[in-house]
């Protein structure tokens, strides 16, 4: 984990970097919150409506997590990592 | 749908005319007093003309929804010349003018007829003007109305141009003006073609040198250097005059002898002298020093008096001229040498040579020597000294022993004032080359007054300027101006007071008049009487000088009619914003500066000063001659006044010049129609628990309205517009898509409210189609009363917000995977961050990145710093030198 720091780093200012002085200025007063709470109540809907399939939400040190590619460690906040089969 | 813009613009204005709505009296609210150079009824208003008044209209309505209690009044400039030399176009059947009053305007035959008389023509287009801007639906309080020729307004312009005379800022005196030889009249900008204002440049001399009995005099920037001469150019192929001025005779060529007509001198034409006769003999400096004439080409006949001297030490011209005479072997050339009277650091003896080296300039027709001299010039005169050769002047900066080598010439009659035209050729309306004529004996504004320039610089110092980097232009305004002629023998107008056969000319009785706003509507209605506005009125009322008793007894009023006058005045004053077109800066805007702080005490001064750029149509200026003019009643009738003054705004920013187009127009009709037809869909309801997506919609409306108020408030209305129009369309789909996702049918109440809010801050930009969306949203009061919307800090969830920014980001993800590989997705898993040291190591990095820092060896070192971070140190240091750096320019 810690061995990835660098790359992880250098990903997080290039995500933050994207983003509009608005928006970091905002993710910054307010407090943090529960993505996983978050996606997984709103994310069906919209996702359903605009691709058709089911989406699932997972932590990505749940245990009963469906990880066969190994993509949960990837994720940052803000940057969820997508499997899509 | 479809809107009929006529009908329903009608509609409202009747409503806003019933309600009395921009009828302002003083009340016990704060208030605003928005006000506009008033127009010239000269000619016919086109939509170029609608960009200021528009402009400022909004930005009436905007302080009006604010809760100011806002004056925005209108007058009418019948002063001048221009009403004059409309006429006089017209009578002389100028075809250009005819053709656009006939086939553009559509005036009527009778009524041109009747143009032969100035007044007609000016209350012909008085009311042609007034019309559209009621058509316009501009905010006015038409009460207060008034022509600068009507007896009140007089008698206010009597009483401002005697309290200046008292003040000492208007002089008798001799000083150069801008003047039309065949009207016989001063020119400024009202009276040129092409409103262009003559720049007198009055820092150019002539020194006269001696031959024979003739006197040669030459013209100069730089009087000091009149100790360097070597010698004097002469064109050999012009033929020179001799010319009787006053008691002397000079030789200058023809030209000159026209221009020194016009500088109160004697002129006579009593002979020729060719140039190449003069040339190789000697003529005597102002020390007694024998000088030779040589040939130069390049000395112009209409420059200055054709004749030129020489300084090859400090003027990179003359020592290449010189040159090239010495490399033709030249005899009398041969033998001389530049003569070195100033020291500046950086430079060594011989300035002229060496900048003409260091640039590589070939001869002297190099197009080099521009910007050599240029160079020279400016850094002698702010770093140079004058060094023995000068004389009593030696050790003298250059920049103060100018102006005294120039005192003591003068005093010796060896130099002369030379003013002349900066940017000729200027015309005047008439069609006569103007000339530089030194006017004696006139009355003058004296603008050139070093202490009222620095009181003028104090008020632009702490008013308001927009947009503000045009603060500089007032600053060099102020630093170029000088005695400016105040009055006129032509033209309509008010009288000199203590010299009945002038006119008080129209930039300088158009500078206070904001005052007069305050007590017109009582001059209209009959309360105030011309001849009850004496001198001890206006002097109480304005300056709060004099006790009531002597105005009361000098008015015949009573002491509660002047004591309501007074409170009036002293309410709606000083002005709050003054909104006028960039080519006032020079004239208008600083004249009104000026006169303010010579008049008023500094709690009446203008808070703030408003610029806009012109109207283009389709990238070409407007202009008769082009056939692109859109007159702006024929613009409204066509596609209704709200999509005009929109494409107005949205065409450009405040200074820019803004390109009018007919296709933006019908792009704005469209979009106005659809929120017309949104707003009919939608009935106020209860709002119900809030789901994440409206809770974010509603906090992004709070965002739309802090940014739209903050770019009124800055008058950026082009950005206000778009965000109210355009930007906020994209949230309002993601909403859309949201709620139809979920099957929600509950919205209705919500967008409603975000509507609403719309709408509002629509109103001062298209007020008479926001009425209407206003009434279809179901409100009873009119929205232009309705209150602006106000920024609520409780009402935005910063939470809602970050977290619909990461359903989006997830959503535009999931489709660009699958747009690069094309997978028909079976499922689709999601996988979010539940690291707890990445979620800290990423919050430390935002709040090092918030404000702007991108550098990843600064984010590096301060996650170093902190201790609970530091765990991430040691790791970079293994990272490769040459990725680092990449990463620093992400
Ligand atoms: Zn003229």
């Excluded at chain 2, 921009?22 to 086109?46: D, G, L, R, W």
């Excluded at chain 2, 304005?542 to 004591?563: E, F, P, Q, R």
């Excluded at chain 2, 106020?684 to 709070?702: N, P, R, V």
């Amino acid at each position: 984990m810690l061995k990835k720091m660098p790359d992880y780093i250098q990903k997080v200012i290039k995500d933050l970097h994207s983003e509009s002085e608005e928006i970091k200025a905002i993710k910054l007063e307010s407090k943090e919150f529960d993505e996983k709470q978050f996606l997984s109540a709103e994310l069906a809907s919209i996702g359903k409506k605009e691709f058709g399939v089911e989406i699932q939400v997972f932590g990505a040190t749940d245990k009963d997590i469906y990880d066969p590619k190994g993509k949960a460690r990837h994720a940052r906040p803000f940057k969820p990592a997508i499997l899509i089969e | 749908m479809t809107i009929n813009w006529n009908e329903i613009e009608t509609k409202w204005q009747s409503k806003w005319n019933e309600s009395k709505d921009f009828e302002t009296n003083p009340n016990e609210k704060p208030k605003k007093f928005i006000t506009v150079a008033y127009p010239y009824p000269n000619s016919p208003q086109h939509i170029g003309h609608g960009r200021t008044y528009t402009l400022a209209d909004v930005h009436a309505r905007f302080y009006r929804m604010q809760g100011y209690n806002v004056l925005f009044p209108m007058g009418f400039h019948y002063t001048g010349t221009p009403v004059l030399g409309m006429a006089k176009r017209i009578q002389s059947g100028e075809k250009e003018i005819l053709y656009g009053l006939r086939n553009i305007y559509h005036v009527p035959e009778e009524t041109i007829k009747t143009f032969v008389e100035p007044i007609n023509i000016a209350d012909y287009f008085h009311e042609e003007i007034k019309s559209g801007m009621i058509e316009m639906g501009y905010s006015i309080d038409w009460r207060r109305e008034f022509t600068t020729i009507v007896p009140g307004y007089q008698k206010f312009i009597e009483w401002q141009i005697t309290i200046l005379k008292e003040n000492g800022k208007i002089i008798q005196g001799s000083h150069p003006v801008g003047w039309c030889p065949k009207d016989q009249n001063p020119v400024s900008q009202h009276d040129t073609m092409g409103d262009v204002e003559p720049k007198i440049d009055d820092k150019n001399f002539l020194v006269k040198f001696k031959f024979g009995e003739f006197i040669f005099p030459v013209t100069t920037l730089r009087p000091e250097t009149i100790f360097g001469v070597t010698n004097l150019w002469v064109n050999p192929n012009v033929t020179y005059k001799k010319v009787s001025v006053d008691n002397e005779t000079w030789i200058i060529s023809e030209q000159c002898a026209k221009k020194i007509e016009f500088f109160e001198k004697e002129v006579k034409i009593i002979g020729d002298m060719q140039g190449s006769e003069i040339i190789g003999k000697y003529a005597t400096t102002h020390n007694g020093a024998e000088i030779p004439i040589l040939p130069a080409e390049f000395v112009e006949p209409g420059m200055g008096t054709g004749l030129v001297m020489s300084v090859p030490a400090h003027a990179p011209k003359d020592y290449q001229a010189l040159m090239d005479l010495k490399a033709k072997n030249h005899e009398l050339a041969s033998k001389i040498e530049p003569i070195p009277i100033i020291v500046t650091p950086g430079y060594d003896t011989y300035p002229a040579k060496q900048i003409c080296e260091k640039l590589g300039v070939s001869n002297q027709t190099d197009e080099k020597l521009e910007e050599a001299t240029k160079e020279l010039y400016l850094k002698e005169f702010t770093d140079g000294k004058l060094n023995e050769k000068c004389d009593i002047f030696n050790n003298e900066k250059v920049q103060f022993g100018r102006d005294k080598v120039m005192a003591w010439l003068q005093e010796n009659n060896h130099l002369e004032k030379f003013p002349v035209l900066e940017n000729a050729p200027v015309k005047c309306r008439c069609g006569t080359e103007c000339v530089v004529k030194i006017l004696n004996n006139q009355w003058f504004l004296n603008y050139g007054d070093e202490e009222w320039k620095e009181t003028a610089r104090n008020c632009f110092d702490e008013m308001n300027i927009l947009p503000s980097k045009i603060t500089t232009e007032f600053k060099e305004v102020i630093d170029w101006l000088h005695e400016r002629a105040c009055a006129r023998q032509q033209g309509l107008g008010t009288k000199l007071p203590w010299d009945k056969d002038w006119i008080v000319e129209s930039l300088s009785d158009s500078v206070i008049y904001m005052a007069y706003y305050t007590m017109s509507r009582f001059v209209n209605d009959g309360t105030l009487k011309p001849e009850n506005l004496t001198k001890e009125f206006f002097d109480y009322v304005l300056l709060d000088k004099g006790d009531i008793t002597l105005a009361v007894s000098t008015s015949k009023l009573s002491k509660d009619v002047i004591g309501m006058v007074k409170k009036e005045f002293l309410y709606f004053y000083p002005v709050d914003s003054r909104h006028s077109g960039r080519d006032l800066v020079q004239n208008h805007l600083s004249f009104f500066v000026l006169n303010h702080v010579a008049i008023f005490e500094k709690k009446l001064w203008p808070k703030e000063i408003v610029v806009n750029g012109s109207v283009m149509m389709d990238g070409a200026k407007m202009s008769k001659s082009m056939g692109n003019i859109i007159p702006l009643r024929t613009a409204i009738k066509d596609y209704g006044a709200d999509p005009i003054r929109l494409a107005i705004i949205s065409s450009a920013e405040l200074l820019q010049d803004a390109d009018f187009n007919m296709e933006s127009v019908s792009g704005i009709q469209n979009k106005l129609e659809a929120l017309l037809e949104e707003c009919s869909t939608l009935k106020a309801a209860q709002i119900g628990d809030l789901e994440a997506e409206d809770k974010w919609i509603l906090s992004k409306t709070q965002g739309m309205i802090a940014q739209v108020t903050e770019a009124v408030e800055k008058m950026r209305l082009r950005e206000g517009l778009q965000d109210i129009l355009f930007s906020f369309e994209s949230d309002l789909s993601w909403y859309a898509k949201r709620v139809d996702a979920k099957g929600r049918d509950n919205v209705s109440g919500i967008l409603h409210k975000i509507n609403s809010v719309r709408v509002a801050m629509l109103s001062p930009f298209a007020p008479h189609v926001a009425e209407e969306m206003w009434e279809k949203l179901g409100y009873t009061e009119l929205a232009s009363k309705s209150a602006w919307p106000e920024f609520s800090k409780e009402d935005v969830d910063v939470t809602s917000i970050q977290s619909e920014e990461l359903l989006k980001s997830t959503i535009d993800d999931i489709a660009n995977i699958l747009k690069i590989t094309k997978i028909i997705p079976q499922k689709i898993v999601i996988y979010v961050n539940s690291d707890e040291f990445k979620s800290k190591v990423y919050r430390k990095i935002l709040g090092i990145m918030v404000g702007g820092q991108n550098n990843m060896g600064v984010v590096m070192k301060e996650l170093i710093a902190d201790p609970q971070t530091t765990d991430a140190k040691k790791n970079a240091r293994l990272y490769p030198k040459s990725n680092q750096r990449l990463a620093f320019r992400i």
